[in-house]
Structure formats: C-alpha cells, structure tokens
C-alpha cells in the first residue's frame, strides 16, 4: 500500500509540475503580446502628443493642457 500510496503521490507531483511549465509558458507568452502593445500604444501616444502640440493654437485650450502634461 506504501509504495501504491508514493507512486501516486510522485505521479500528482509530476501532474502538477507540467501543469505549472505549461501556465508559465503560456503566461510568458501572454506577457510579451502586452508588452508589444503597450509599446504600440505607447507609441501613438506620443505621436498624438506631438500632434497637438504643434497644433496647439489650433485646439481648445483644455485638450493643449492635457498634452503638454
């Protein structure tokens, strides 16, 4: 019964290894997707910046405010 009782004990420890390979895979992989979107965003972001303010005299003043900060 001891030795049934470890086998299981080591194969559910196996089980439970491959699963938490397989999540950090997956949440690496997950992780860089966002991180090339926040650049992508980011990106916009400044050029949407650069934008209003070289057209700032041409904008409402609330919308030139939020850019230059």
Known sequence: RNNLAIR??????????????NRLQYLESENM?????LDNVTKQLELLKDFVI???????????KVAKS
């Open 54 to 64: 070289s057209n700032g005299a041409n904008l409402p003043e609330n919308i030139a």
């Open 33 to 37: 997707q966002l991180k090339g979107k």
């Open 8 to 21: 299981k004990c080591r194969e559910k420890a196996k089980l439970k290894q491959v699963e938490m390979e």
